[in-house]
C-alpha cells in the first residue's frame, strides 16, 4: 500500500477512536458514494454527523483543514445527500472536520466546519 494511503488509514483509525472518546457513535467507516467517500459518518446524540479527516505529517503547506477546499466540501454534501436519502434519515446532520497531526498524534475536531450550499 503506498504510504499516503497508510498515512490516511492511520489517521482515519485516530480520528475514530477521538471521536469514540467524544461520546460519538460510529455507524460508517469510509461510507462511499460514487466516486466519493465520506470518511466516517456517525451520531453525536440525536445528529447525524459526516466527518471528513485530514492528515498530515507536516504543516510546511498548510494545515489539515485547508485541504477540505470548496470542491470537497460540494462532493460531500452529494454524498451525504445520497446517504440521507438511502437510510430514508430524517433530523439534523452536521459536517465536522477532524485534523490529525501524524507527527504527534495530535488531534483536533472542528464541529459545525461548513454547512450545505
Request: charged share 30%; no cysteine; proline share 1%.
Amino acid at each position: 500500500m503506498a504510504k499516503h494511503l497508510e498515512s490516511g488509514k492511520y489517521g482515519e483509525q485516530l480520528a475514530t477512536r477521538y471521536l469514540e472518546g467524544q461520546g460519538y457513535s460510529i455507524l460508517f467507516v469510509n461510507w462511499r458514494y460514487k466516486r466519493w467517500e465520506i470518511d466516517i459518518v456517525a451520531k453525536e446524540r440525536d445528529v447525524l454527523v459526516f466527518v471528513e479527516v485530514k492528515s498530515r505529517s507536516m504543516t510546511s503547506f498548510g494545515e489539515p483543514v485547508d485541504f477540505v477546499d470548496q470542491k470537497k466540501r460540494q462532493h460531500l454534501q452529494e454524498a451525504a445527500e445520497n446517504f440521507i436519502e438511502q437510510q430514508e434519515y430524517e433530523g439534523d446532520i452536521r459536517f465536522d472536520i477532524v485534523s490529525v497531526y501524524l507527527a504527534d498524534g495530535r488531534v483536533e475536531l472542528i464541529k459545525d466546519a461548513f454547512w450545505n450550499d
